[in-house]
T-cell receptor
Framework: EAGVTQFPSHSVIEKGQTVTLRCDPISGHDNLYWYRRVMGKEIKFLLHFVKESKQDESGMPNNRFLAERTGGTYSTLKVQPAELEDSGVYFC????????????FGPGTRLTVL | RKEVEQDPGPFNVPEGATVAFNCTYSNSASQSFFWYRQDCRKEPKLLMSVYSSGNEDGRFTAQLNRASQYISLLIRDSKLSDSATYLCVVSLPNDYKLSFGAGTTVTVRA
């Protein structure tokens, strides 16, 4: 079974530019999460989708971040305009709606804003 | 105060040694507890869930102390492949959001 995939694996952009990260969850997983780790800090929750609905977006840092999950399959996280402090590793995770609380993480997208 | 605090280490141990470390959590209402393992520049992977009575998975033993709000992980007979960062993770009841510690680095040397 394929795991969670994320694209791109790395992105280097300049301050003020826009970047869109993509996450494909494990097939059949209705729960999808975004997390972020900035340099030297712990991994922090950003938001949680159940199918196409945002269940919890309490971790989104500000309105420069927009997450979507149209159709309830893959998700995108857009940062516009990017700031220096947005640099970090963005992880996506997924889990099934029932049958356990294990979240399976993708390999992450390493974002560098110059 | 951080939600989850861990000793960052590093813990440098020889092969075959036993290594143990703790983490503390601030919210007494926390209900679910996990240890994740993260290799350098890789994604976190679930190592084991932690149950109230304590649990063991091969060479790994996890304990939960609700009264003192800490979780421990013990690794017996360390292998070189155990070198990684171990993340303490908790969540609240009916909440899918995971709260992570910053991780404890373990290096096992030959």
């Amino acid at each position: 079974e394929a795991g969670v995939t994320q694209f791109p694996s790395h992105s280097v952009i300049e301050k003020g530019q826009t970047v869109t990260l993509r996450c494909d969850p494990i097939s059949g997983h209705d729960n999808l999460y975004w997390y972020r780790r900035v340099m030297g800090k712990e991994i922090k929750f950003l938001l949680h989708f159940v199918k196409e609905s945002k269940q919890d977006e309490s971790g989104m840092p500000n309105n420069r971040f927009l997450a979507e999950r149209t159709g309830g399959t893959y998700s995108t996280l857009k940062v516009q305009p990017a700031e220096l402090e947005d640099s970090g590793v963005y992880f996506c995770a997924s889990s099934p709606l029932t049958g356990g609380d294990t979240q399976y993480f993708g390999p992450g997208t390493r974002l560098t804003v110059l | 105060r951080k939600e989850v605090e861990q000793d960052p280490g590093p813990f440098n141990v020889p092969e075959g040694a036993t290594v143990a470390f703790n983490c503390t959590y601030s919210n007494s209402a926390s209900q679910s507890f996990f240890w994740y393992r993260q290799d350098c520049r890789k994604e976190p992977k679930l190592l084991m869930s932690v149950y109230s009575s304590g649990n063991e998975d091969g060479r790994f033993t996890a304990q939960l102390n609700r009264a003192s709000q800490y979780i421990s992980l013990l690794i017996r007979d360390s292998k070189l492949s155990d070198s990684a960062t171990y993340l303490c993770v908790v969540s609240l009841p009916n909440d899918y959001k995971l709260s992570f510690g910053a991780g404890t680095t373990v290096t096992v040397r030959a």
